[in-house]
């Protein structure tokens, strides 16, 4: 089983649609999470911390679920701007160690 | 704030000779540096973890002896590929983070092409 796996889509979305990501992880000891960006490229760019159960972040919201280590992220009202890959980002405690997939590709069309 | 430099953004060079790679925090002191590298359609690969003042910790198959990492201050990480070949050829990309949260502030990336 791969340590993170995501829909690797593209997902192709209209302007102003809402649209949800999912993932699971493999390894429990999993301590934190977060989601990052990365335009074609460039570096990843943090786009959320997860630490609890959840958090938003204006158009933006992640869920956790760490009983079945799974975690979603929901973008709403989406922009031209927002089309990217996401990645879906578990941090091991020991050593703050991030573990990246492929991420899903994201493309919002005008 | 957490802003991370790397420097150089692309680099070309023949086969054989060695590349520095530089990764600055600029506006935070950075406990832990770890340098990364992408190829094509990939999802990044950890290389290493960088400590200040300590040796590197190299992930299973990356030889230490040819990806050199030194970390002389708690702002500056540099990573040497020696003789480098064709298949070396990649993204690079460091990290840096305050281990406050773990979460990892990325520099721009390096690309390097051997020819």
């Known amino acids: 089983r791969k340590e993170v796996e995501q829909d690797p889509g593209p997902f192709n979305v209209p302007e102003g649609a809402t649209v949800a990501f999912n993932c699971t992880y493999s390894n429990s000891a999993s301590q934190s999470f977060f989601w990052y960006r990365q335009d074609c490229r460039k570096e990843p760019k943090l786009l959320m911390s997860v630490y609890s159960s959840g958090n938003e972040d204006g158009r933006f919201t992640a869920q956790l679920n760490r009983a079945s280590q799974y975690i979603s992220l929901l973008i709403r009202d989406s922009k031209l701007s927002d089309s990217a890959t996401y990645l879906c980002?578990?941090?091991?405690?020991?050593?703050?160690?991030?573990?990246f997939g492929q991420g899903t590709e994201l493309s919002v069309k005008p | 704030g957490a802003v991370v430099s790397q420097h150089p953004s692309w680099v070309i060079c023949k086969s054989g000779t060695s590349v520095k790679i530089e990764c600055r925090s600029l506006d935070f002191q950075a406990t832990t540096m770890f340098w990364y590298r992408q190829f094509p359609k990939q999802s990044l690969m950890l290389m290493a973890t960088s400590n200040e003042g300590s040796k590197a910790t190299y992930e299973q198959g990356v030889e230490k002896d040819k990806f050199l990492i030194n970390h002389a201050s708690l702002t500056l990480s540099t990573l040497t590929v020696t003789s480098a070949h064709p298949e070396d050829s990649s993204f690079y990309i460091c990290s840096a983070t305050t281990g406050l949260y773990n979460e990892q502030f990325f520099g721009p990336g390096t690309r390097l092409t051997v020819l």
């Open positions: 980002v578990p941090c091991l405690g020991q050593g703050g160690k991030l573990i």
